[in-house]
């Protein structure tokens, strides 16, 4: 059976410390749209909700989703709300990472959307790597 294909495609994640797992998640985006936008967390939204600032800043970590070949457009995610982003950017389909896929928050933003008409699909998330796991290897290797 064929993927479906969209035109517009929204995608949003913090990508600090950028890795396979990130480039997977945007290959695979692309691949099922002709559009790909992509919104980087802003250090306040990562702050809110992670306890944490990214260890690379906003603009430099949206330097570097930009470069990549398979994002058209690069946005500030400063809200984690997906209805609000589509009323922003008019997308068809939201593309997030299966290790949110049956979460409360997930199965409420897949609600509102689906009312609208727009698709969330969910991307094989990478096993074994994430900023975290880096992070993680980092201060064992500094130790």
């Known amino acids: ?6 035109k517009i495609g929204y995608t949003t994640g913090v990508f600090d410390m950028f890795h396979i797992g990130h480039l997977a998640i945007l290959k695979r985006a692309k ?3 002709d559009y790909l936008i992509v919104g980087v967390s802003s250090d306040e939204l990562v702050e809110s ?17 930009e470069a ?37 928050m997930y199965d409420e933003i897949e609600e509102k ?20 796991i880096l992070t993680e290897v980092i201060k064992r290797k500094k130790a």
Request: net charge negative; glycine share 4%; proline share 5%.
């Open 49 to 65: 909700y992670k306890h944490k600032q990214p260890i690379v800043p906003l603009e430099d970590r949206m330097e570097i989703v």
């Open 113 to 132: 959307l689906n009312a609208v008409g727009v698709d969330v699909v969910f991307l094989p998330h990478t096993p074994g790597i994430s900023t975290t």
């Open 1 to 6: 059976m064929e993927e479906k294909k969209y």
């Open 68 to 104: 990549i070949r398979y994002v058209d457009q690069v946005v500030v995610q400063d809200s984690m709300d997906k209805f609000d982003a589509w009323e922003k950017y008019h997308y068809d389909v939201l593309f997030h990472g299966d290790d949110w896929k049956k979460t409360a």
């Open 31 to 33: 691949e099922r749209c």
